[in-house]
């Protein structure tokens, strides 16, 4: 069944929706059933793989809220091996509807039980915030995939994020597990960069991927495109780093 | 008596803080009294400014829920002419306490009362979040600065939250204005930063800064030696970009 993973880290751009869509493409290009999930009300995700308004019958908000199976929100075949469901923008309706905190909780994992056995992946592109909305939906996950932009604000807030992911742990799901922290946004030039990625293999308490994704403007342009990294520039250090991390994260998911 | 700028974008990795803390310590440089209010629990600025928690007596969050006077909270003199009110990371407790809702609207609002005539400027950094808590709290703002980092997703983003500061207006503070869209992390060579910033230029409904911040890696690092750009760099091109955006804002302020 699937394995669930949740692409989180309560800091602001530091790639999450760029690493939960290139990710879920690859493996999804590496002959996986992938099934990748906007849990942002921002929808970064959904408009970075091309989607319309016109195009989305049912989002992740209305199958969080159960007013729709999450059958009806799929969108098949985004991408090869890729299935997915959108996001949308009625962001203050659902924070006051989602208060309700314990629904929450059992509303994702209810929504996705009936498709953990169609998928061998399932990726969740998280907001940035780690209030108690978000807290209760990794009660859904399996594990947490941390993007780390390599600087300065990134040591601060990991410690801060490994702190309530063991909160977390504690409280509402025992069985949650840090996959590791995914460095990000890396210029191979700037001692900056150099030096966090260095204090984050140093310090941080966990598996950090071998796998770095450079600073490449490719990455960028792609969403604007509304392709996958590679889909959009094949052969760039951006699509090699994301094909890498997916074959980490095969060789991860293979030995459990 | 002050004017309350809020620093808001509910997109995450901006530049926010960045132009919070150093468009905060220019106006301060350029003569004018500033207090700065770090309102994230992901405490950011409060970082940039080299504090550490033994240097912490109370917090906005404390002051925002009554519990400390904000004078007590005041670090004086973190950089000329600029006091600062630090955060902290208590973020589930305070995401707790602060959801009665009603209570948030008027607690900034009156704890910023009394300091109101001791400052010409008040700036707020803000979360990258629009949630009920935060829209309530910008009833307490007298305008709106929107950093815009020049990628894909500004465009979506920006449309959508000044949808909903229209919302904010209509029922929670007529008085509310946007100052203006700032273009941030702009890499002149990079033509996807420019054909963003081209678009917001023609698309956004307001003013756009005529001060664009570019990409550079010492507004990066400054944080990391807890200096604002204009001590840290003040030769560099972001030193000269938020001193000439202090320019635009004091103009602006001395027109209302
Ligand atoms: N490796 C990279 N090189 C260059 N640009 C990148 C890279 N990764 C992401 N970006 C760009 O940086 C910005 C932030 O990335 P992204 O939106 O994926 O972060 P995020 O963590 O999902 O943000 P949020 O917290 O708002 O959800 C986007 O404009 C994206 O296109
Ligand atoms: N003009 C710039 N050039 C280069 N790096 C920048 C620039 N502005 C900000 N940065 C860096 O980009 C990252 C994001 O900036 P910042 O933290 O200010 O954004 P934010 O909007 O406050 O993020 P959040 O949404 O998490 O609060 C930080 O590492 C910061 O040091
Ligand atoms: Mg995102
Ligand atoms: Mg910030």
């Known amino acids: 069944s699937a394995k669930v993973i949740a692409i989180a880290n309560q800091k602001g751009g530091v790639g999450k929706t760029t690493t939960a869509v290139n990710l879920a493409a690859c493996l999804g290009q590496a002959g996986r059933r992938v099934l990748l999930i906007d849990l942002d009300p921002q929808a970064n995700a959904t408009a970075a793989l091309g989607l319309t308004p016109d195009r989305i019958n049912a989002t992740s908000y ?71 909305v978000t807290l209760n939906a990794l009660a859904a996950a399996d594990s947490v995939l941390i993007p780390v932009q390599a600087e300065f604000f990134a040591l601060t807030g ?26 990000t946004m890396v210029d191979t030039r700037a001692t900056l960069n150099q030096q966090v990625v260095a204090d984050v293999r140093r310090t ?18 792609a969403p604007g495109h509304g392709k996958p990294i590679h889909v959009y520039d094949p052969k760039g250090r951006g699509a090699e780093a994301y094909a890498q991390l997916a074959q980490e994260v095969l060789r991860l998911a293979g030995a459990d």
């Open 204 to 221: 941080f308490r966990g598996r950090v991927f071998a796998s770095v994704v450079p600073r490449s403007v490719r990455l960028a342009e």
């Open 62 to 132: 209305r199958v969080l809220l159960g007013e729709s199976p999450i059958d009806a929100a799929l969108v098949r075949g985004v991408s090869e091996g890729l299935d997915f469901v959108p996001s949308d923008r009625d962001l203050a309706a659902a924070e006051v509807e989602l208060v309700q905190v314990e629904r929450r909780e059992t509303a994702l994992r209810r929504a996705l039980a009936p498709l953990r056995g169609a998928y061998e992946f399932v990726l969740i592109d998280w907001p940035p915030s780690l209030g108690l």
């Open 158 to 183: 990991l410690s801060h994020l490994l702190n309530t992911l063991a909160l977390v742990q504690r409280s509402l799901n025992p069985a949650l597990r840090v996959d590791g922290a995914l460095l």
